[in-house]
C-alpha cells in the first residue's frame, strides 16, 4: 500500500485502541504488546521510510542484559558447539548489573525504574525473540582474543542480529505481520486531552492536520538531543555546537506535548549520552556511515586537548562505563576538540570505525612530526606531554586489553590507570575528534505501569510513554547496551498496560 492509500484508509476508519507516537525500538516494543493484548495498533512516525526508525537504527545493537551464563545466552542466541569451545562469554549476573547502573549514576537512578530495568532484561530479550528478532554475539566490539579464545568483557557479550538496521527491519516486519498499521512520514503534533484523558493525537502528514481518535496513545519519540534550543536551554551553554549522532527527528515533540498537558518531569534534564565522534562528521547522523564517526579505542591510547594537554584518564574503566561521559568533556575543552594518538602495538585492536573513508586521521613517522600535524594543538606542549606520558608508563605490568589490567602511568598529575602503552612505535596515528551527542537523559516521570504521572503523581488516564523520553534512569553516565534494553521493557510495559486497559483483557 502506497503512503497516500495508507493515509486515506487510515482517514476513513480513524478509530484505533493504541496510537504509538515513533518507530524506534520502544515503540516497537509497545506496539507490539499492545497488540499482543488484543488492541488495534497504529504506529505514527514523523521520518519518511528512507530515515525511520529513530536513534535505534542508527546503533550497533548492543543490548545489555543480566544473564547466568552460557545456558541463558542460549535461549537468546542460536550458538554452534565450535562457537562455544571459543569463547568465555562469562556471566552479567543482576548484582553485576545493579552495580553497574548504580555505580556510573552516582546511586541517582530512580529505584522502581531501575529494578524493572535489571531484573526483566533477560524475559525481555527472549520476548523480542518470540516476535522474531534475532541476536548474535558480539565478537567484533566486546570481545578481544587471549590465547586464542574470544574472551568478553564490559558485561556485553550480546547484539541484534544486523544492528540497528537489522533490528528495525525486524520489527517493522513483525508489526505489519501482525496487523499493526504504520504510517510514515507523520508527526505527531498534539495530545488530543479534555482535562480528564487523552483521547488521542492530532497529526500532520504532507501540510494536512487531522485527528486520529485512540483508547490510549503510547509517546516513544526520543529525546531533545536534535533540537539545538533544547541542548542548549537544558545542558548549557555550548551544547548547540554539538554533533547529533543520531537521527534528526527527536526534536522534544513528546515531551513538550505531555509537559504541555501537566505531566511531570523527572530526571537529568542538564545530562545526556555524549561521546568522541569525528570532528568533521556532519550535523545529524548519516545512516550510510552508522555510528562510525564514533571512535572508541581512546583506553588503548593518549587524548590531547588544543592546549597539548590530556583531560581524562582515559583508562579509568572499560570503554563501556567512560565513553558516555567523555563526550562532555570534549565539549568542554578549548575549541570543542581533542585528538586521540595511538602507535603501531595498538593499531590492529582499534575498532572497524577507524577504518571508514570519512575519518579525520594523520599519521607520521616521529612524535616531533606528529604534533605539528595536530590540527589546532599547540604543538611544543603536546610534545612535552607525550613524552612525560612515555615516561610515566609502568612497562613491568603485562598489557591486556580484555581485563583491567592494571598497567598504569606513576607520577603524572593526571594519570592513565589501565592499557597504558609507550607511544614508540611509528607510525603514529592521530584522530580528530569533538563532541557527538547520543541522546538526552531527562524526560517524563512515568509509574509502575508505564503510564505518564501529572504533577500530583497520578496516572494521566490514556497516555504511557517509553525510551528516551522517559526520565530518571540514567544520571550523569550511562552503561552502555542499555537504550535499547530500557526502550524494550518500557515498550512492553507501557503497550501491555495500554492495550489491556483498552480491551479489559
Ligand atoms: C549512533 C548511535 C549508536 C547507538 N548505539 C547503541 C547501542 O549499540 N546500544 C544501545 O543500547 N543504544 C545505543 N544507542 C542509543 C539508542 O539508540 C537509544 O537509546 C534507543 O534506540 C532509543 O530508542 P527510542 O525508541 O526511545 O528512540 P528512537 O529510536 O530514537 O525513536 C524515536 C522515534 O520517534 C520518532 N518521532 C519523533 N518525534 C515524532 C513525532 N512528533 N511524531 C511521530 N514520530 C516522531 C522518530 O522519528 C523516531 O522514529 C545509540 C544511539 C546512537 C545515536
Redesign the pocket.
Known sequence: MGLHDAWEKMMSDPEYDVVV???????FCAALAAQENGARVLV????PTEE?????????????FAHEGLDDLKTVVDLTDEEIGNADFGTYTTDQFYDDLFRLTQFRSDPELSEMLVTKSLETVQWMRTKGIKFQPSYGRQAFKVDGKFKFWGGLCV?TWGGGEGLIELETKAALERGIEILYE????LLLYDHEKVHGVTVKHKGKVRDIHAKAVIL???GFESNAEMRTRYLGPGWEMAKV???R???G??INMALSIGAMSHGNWSGCHAVGWDMNAPEF?DLSV??NF?KHSYPLGVMLNADGERFVDEGADFRNYTYAKYGREILNQPGMMAWQIFDQKVTDRLRDEYRIRRVTKVTANTLEELVVKLEGVDPDKALETLKAYNDAVDTATPFNPAVLDGRGTTGLALPKSNWANTLDEPPYEAYGITCGI??TFGGLRIDANGAVVDTEQMPIPGLYA????VGGLFYFNYP??????S?AIFGKLAGGAAGAAVTGS
Open positions: 507516537v515513533g518507530a524506534g525500538n520502544a515503540a505514527l512516525e514523523r521520518a525511520a526508525g529513530g536513534n535505534s537504527r542508527y546503533t550497533a545493537g548492543a543490548i545489555r547484539e507523520t508527526r505527531a503534533i516513544a519519540a526520543g549522532r543520531g537521527t527527528f527527536n526534536t515533540d513528546g547522523g552508522g555510528d564514533q547520543t541522546f517509553a525510551g528516551e523520553l552502555g547496551g542499555t537504550g535499547l534494553m526502550g
